[in-house]
Structure formats: C-alpha cells, structure tokens
C-alpha cells in the first residue's frame, strides 16, 4: 500500500510520468489516495506560505527609491506578485519543503526505506 502511495505522490508531482495505462482512466480515488492528494496539496501551500513570507522579508531589506514614486496599488501589486511567485515556486518543486513534510507525515517514504512516524 506504500509504494501504492508513493507512485501517486510521484505522478502527483511529475504528471508526465503516469504510465500510459493509467492515463485516460477517471476511476474514483480511494479514500488514502485522497489522503496523499489532500496532504500533498497542504504540504504544498505550507512551503508557498513558508517562500511568501522569505520572499516579503528579502523585499523589505531593499533601499526604497522615490524614483517612482509609492503608492498603495504599487504595494498591492508587489504583495501579489510575491504570492504567485511563492505559489510557481512550491508547486515546481522548490525548496524541498513540501517533500519533507510529506515524507514527515508518512505519504512518501524515506530514501532508506523505512518510514519514520
């Protein structure tokens, strides 16, 4: 049942790697597939939160310029910029984070084999 887990964690994050027999099929999930879906996805949006946040506190550390000027849509805009760029970087495969935390709560197993719980 791991491996079962473990090929849908791996074909969750690399699409282009379901096998071709599996690929037109729109069975239901079960209900640990939906697990490993749910949790893949919060263990996602962890790590975009996670890169957000790195990314708002790097962007406070640059001088401010009154070269153009500051408003508050400037502001807006720059907040949701550094959202979607969090979002594009934990979803391709960004820092890891997901990854471990997956590993951590059991989805995917440990590079030794043994999951650790």
């Known amino acids: 049942m791991t491996e079962k887990l473990l090929s849908l964690a791996t074909a969750a994050l690399h699409p ?3 096998p071709a027999g599996n690929a037109n099929k729109s ?4 209900a640990s597939a939906e697990r490993a879906r749910r ?8 790590e975009s939160l996670f890169v957000h946040q790195l990314i708002k506190e790097m962007r406070a550390t640059i001088p401010k310029s ?21 979002q594009e970087i934990a979803q391709n495969r960004g ?8 590993r951590q709560l059991g989805v995917i197993e440990t590079p030794g084999g043994d999951n650790e719980r």
């Open 16 to 18: 282009g790697n379901i």
């Open 27 to 30: 069975k239901p999930l079960t």
């Open 39 to 46: 949790l893949k996805k919060a263990c996602e949006d962890m």
């Open 66 to 86: 009154d070269l153009f000027g500051k408003s508050q849509a400037q502001d807006i805009y720059t907040g949701m910029l550094d959202g979607r760029l969090a």
């Open 95 to 102: 820092l890891g984070l997901s990854t471990l935390l997956m």
